[in-house]
Nanobody
Framework: QVQLVESGGGLVQTGGSLRLSCAAS????????MGWFRQAPGKEREFVVA???????YYADSVKGRFTISRDNAKNTVYLQMNSLKPEDTAVYYC?????????????????WGQGTQVTVSS
């Protein structure tokens, strides 16, 4: 069993930055591929980025060059640094853990979800 708790969301202006954190419970954190998804109002949840056990990464085209994912297995935490934010990045961001082998992660492969944190980018 893994519990995920996100933090760090908020309101920021276009071009600003935010750093999301996802703290995981459980001793098997390092065994999971970790990722971030987001869901904007009226839209389906979409993949944003994922990181493997060996720190390999996979980014959605929409965030490449602006977002950076990292993980600290000693702290059971995954981070999402978001720079150059745009209004279209506005969404609820969900942390995800998947016990799969390869990137990227599909929603159907996620074993555990966080409760979500709101990110709002004003124009």
């Amino acid at each position: 069993q893994v519990q995920l708790v996100e933090s760090g969301g908020g309101l920021v202006q276009t071009g600003g930055s935010l750093r999301l954190s996802c703290a995981a419970s459980g001793r098997t954190f390092s065994s999971y591929l970790m990722g971030w998804f987001r869901q904007a109002p009226g839209k389906e949840r979409e993949f944003v980025v994922a990181i493997s056990r060996s720190d390999g990464t996979y980014y959605a085209d929409s965030v490449k060059g602006r977002f950076t994912i990292s993980r600290d297995n000693a702290k059971n935490t995954v981070y999402l640094q978001m720079n150059s934010l745009k209004p279209e990045d506005t969404a609820v961001y969900y942390c995800a853990a998947a016990y799969v082998i390869t990137l990227p992660i599909r929603s159907s492969q996620v074993d555990y979800w966080g409760q979500g944190t709101q990110v709002t980018v004003s124009s």
